[in-house]
């Protein structure tokens, strides 16, 4: 298979190809016209705040998304859904979250990941069977892997499932699902002996129940509760062909662009607040965007928001475009996850007192952000995913040079040679600086890579703090590409940030500084 | 039941209208449009027509090239086709609207020719009678409830008391009032196939104007509101305000 984007950075190597994909084209008019009419109800019908408060999503909202066709935006025509690609379906997400996380959460929850696992791995006749209603909204799809003993390390999961005749049964239980209450079709992990399968089970079946709403932090209005199987017997042609472990990554792989996208609405619904307040509120005889320190955090907010459209926009892309996408739609999750809770925090910061208080949008929206940092992968999970699938085709090449130094010698020089020189992206538009700074970025990762490698051999997979720092490397040279090709207006900025960024990770590496749990232990001995 | 129903296309209401350097046209720039409400609530009911007993419904549209978007919202509401008269006039009285309306409608065939009640940019609540009488058709204007079956049309209307129930013999034109139906939002897969719907296009022809538009004003500004006192104190002197002042009494 074909290196992706981000394992290609980590060898010194900037795919200007994979970077620039052209997924097929849009329909723009039709995408207006879409947009406009979404606009439409979203601004009449769907009401965040009252939503969170109530705690729950209107039915009369529920049948407007199905009315509309909002749960099948992904789901293909012959089926009975929109057939969007990615990016067009990001767009539509990105809208809903504009007004109400909650319900973006839901929509998302069915679409990204409920019901991906039919999408990616189903038979026709499994499409045919459930997919129709599906689209309809008739039935709501929810994915269920998470389990007490099973989160980050979903492969140690217990519900069990046994062939009995032509039926499979299942056991168990399965917490925090999202969708949970609402759902009418869910995709169940369970444990074959040795193998995981992926099961649909439809809610009526006999021995499945819901477990009641949990009381959550925010997103509230969304459905999230257990899901338990006593004895539950689907027909056996419900089960999903192959391996259900990489099923279930595969689908959170595919699933994190949609989640990225969902944080762009909120991101700018207070960027906008932000500056609205900082030209108008007047202290000191001044207004707050007179001050420096206000005006350094509306332009973090500013480079955040560029960099978390970036990167939505190039995972899209690379989904669209049929290009390897695990690592960069990981990347996506992590920045905008992050970028939004700091742009929330900034912008509750600049608000004040009111930034506290109910009555403003803020700190709902600070609350929803939270969860998105959390579930479809820890982002401190993610990372170790981001760095260690980056590591491996380096580790693999020190490891063949050191077992057989002197054939591997040729291939030694021209390795070398790819780290010293990043040729810069090609950019007509006089960003030759910026360009540059991009490639020293990037050569910077690269030889961090292997400098992490050599220093701690096998134990690299332990090496957490570096790991971390490494994709943190791998991650800012993503955005800093990504914004560069999107051309975006603050592309100079953000590139002058990134680099900076870029060299305190590096600087960090192997030396143990922030590592504060090593520090604490050399004190107790 | 083939159904056709004309559509404007208007400034948002929500918009804020700007008049124009020459003084009497509206500012278009960054202006929102929309499918004036009332004939969004006539093509509405069309199409629930359509839907409960099958048939066609057509949009017919005069107005500048960029209502394509109005007309391609409509058809993905439901619509089945579209005409579209093309026109650059600004505006135009409303007795030549009609007639180029009519000589458009002339020759096609339908049970029901339905059009809001009026527009609410220009609100003249003239073209859907005045095409009626240029087709030669009976008209039921301010129409809360239509229900059609068996060549006949059985309609409520707003009266100055209550409310007119009539029964009239189809083809015939109706306008709608507020009430007909709550129009739907146009669903994504609506939206979708609208693109593959076809739209006829004609040209409106340059006609001598029977009225010309000599200027626009935009209302008087609203001065602010008075708290003239409370509870049961203040209760005569607004009277006497209400009566004095305002003289709404």
């Not at chain 1, 939503?51 to 909002?70: A, F, H, N, T, Y």
């Not at chain 1, 959460?105 to 990941?113: E, F, K, N, R």
């Not at chain 1, 932090?217 to 192959?242: C, H, K, M, Q, Y």
Request: some cysteine; proline content about 4%.
């Amino acid at each position: 298979m074909q290196d992706g984007l981000i394992a290609g950075l980590f060898q010194g190597r900037l795919n200007e190809a994979l970077l620039r994909i052209e997924a097929p084209a849009q329909d723009e008019e039709t995408m207006e016209i879409l947009l406009q009419s979404l606009d439409r109800f979203l601004n009449k019908e769907v009401d965040g705040a009252a939503i969170d408060r109530e705690g729950k999503i209107p039915q009369s909202v529920l049948d407007g998304c199905k009315q509309l066709g909002l749960f099948g935006l992904v789901i293909p025509e012959e089926y009975g859904g929109l057939g969007l690609g990615m990016r067009s379906y990001g767009r539509v997400i990105t809208r809903v979250a504009t007004h109400c996380g909650a319900t973006a959460v839901t929509l998302g929850a069915h679409q990204s990941i409920g019901l991906k696992a039919l999408l990616l791995a189903g038979t026709d006749q499994q499409k045919q069977k459930w997919l129709p209603a599906c689209a309809t909204g008739e039935r709501i799809g929810a994915y269920a892997l998470t389990e007490p003993e099973a989160g980050s390390d979903a492969g140690s999961l217990r519900t069990t499932l046994r062939v009995e005749g032509d039926q499979v049964v299942l056991d168990g239980g399965k917490i925090w699902i999202t969708n949970g209450g609402i759902a009418g079709l869910f995709t169940v992990f369970a444990r074959d002996g040795d193998e995981i399968r992926a099961v649909l089970v439809p809610r009526e079946t006999p021995g499945v129940s819901t477990g009641p709403e949990e009381h959550k932090l925010g997103i509230r209005g969304s459905s999230t509760t257990t899901l338990t199987f006593d004895n539950a017997a689907v027909p056996r042609e419900n089960v999903i062909a192959g391996d259900g472990f990489r099923l279930a990554m595969d689908i959170l792989n595919s699933g994190r662009t949609g989640l990225a996208a969902g944080t762009l609405g909120p991101a700018q619904v207070l960027l906008d607040l932000a500056r609205e307040r900082a030209t108008t509120r007047r202290q000191f005889g001044r207004t707050l965007a007179e001050f420096a320190l206000v005006r350094q955090h509306l332009a973090e907010m500013t480079l955040d928001l560029a960099g978390m459209q970036a990167l939505v926009a190039l995972a899209g892309r690379l989904i669209d475009g049929g290009a390897p996408h695990a690592l960069e739609a990981a990347a996506a999750k992590i920045y905008c996850s992050e970028a939004l809770w700091q742009i929330a925090d900034r912008a509750m910061q600049l608000a004040g007192g009111s930034g506290y208080m109910s009555e403003y949008p803020y700190e709902r929206i600070l609350r929803d952000a939270r969860i998105n940092r959390i579930f479809e992968g820890a982002n401190d999970v993610l990372r170790l995913l981001v760095a260690l699938k980056g590591l491996k085709q380096p580790g693999r090449e020190l490891k063949e040079i050191a077992s057989r130094p002197l054939t591997a010698l040729p291939r030694l020089g021209a390795r070398a040679l790819r780290r010293m020189r990043i040729a810069p992206l090609s950019l007509e538009n006089g960003q030759h600086a910026a360009a540059q700074r991009l490639s020293r970025a990037v050569k910077t990762l690269a030889r961090a890579a292997d400098a992490t490698l050599r220093r701690h051999g096998k134990g690299v997979i332990e090496a957490q703090c570096d790991l971390q720092r490494l994709a943190d490397m791998a991650i800012e040279c993503t955005a800093m590409a990504a914004v560069l090709v999107e051309g975006s207006p603050y592309a100079e900025a953000f590139v002058e940030r990134g680099l900076h960024r870029v060299e305190r990770s590096a600087a960090g590496l192997g030396a143990d500084r922030d590592d504060v749990a090593r520090l604490l232990l050399k004190d107790a001995s | 039941m083939d159904i056709i129903v004309c559509m404007k296309r208007v400034p948002d209401s929500a918009a804020r209208i700007q008049i124009g350097g020459d003084g009497r046209s509206i500012d278009s720039a960054g202006l929102e449009h929309i499918i004036s409400p009332y004939d969004e609530m006539a093509l509405e009911r069309a199409l629930q027509i359509k839907e409960e007993q099958g048939g066609t419904v057509t949009v017919v549209c005069l107005g500048a090239a960029e209502a394509a978007k109005e007309i391609r919202q409509a058809l993905a509401m439901g619509a089945d086709q579209a005409l579209h008269i093309k026109s650059d006039v600004g505006y135009r009285d409303p007795l030549t609207t009609a007639r180029i309306l009519a000589d458009h409608l002339k020759g096609r065939t339908f049970d029901m020719l339905l059009f809001g009640k009026q527009s609410i940019d220009a609100d003249n609540s003239a073209i859907g009678v005045m095409v009626a009488t240029l087709l030669d058709l009976p008209a039921v204007s301010l129409v809360t409830k239509l229900d059609a079956a068996d060549g006949k049309a059985t309609v409520e209307r707003e009266a100055e008391a209550g409310a007119e129930v009539i029964e009239v013999a189809l083809p015939a034109v109706f306008t709608a009032q507020r009430g007909l139906a709550e129009p739907r939002y146009p669903s994504i897969k609506g939206i979708m196939q609208a693109k593959k719907k076809p739209i006829e296009e004609a040209q409106a022809p340059e006609e001598a104007a029977l009225i010309t538009l000599e200027a626009l004003e935009p209302p008087p500004a609203r001065t602010g509101g008075r708290i003239v006192g409370e509870g049961v104190e203040a209760v005569p002197e607004l009277v006497r305000l209400l009566r004095s002042e305002a003289k709404v009494l």
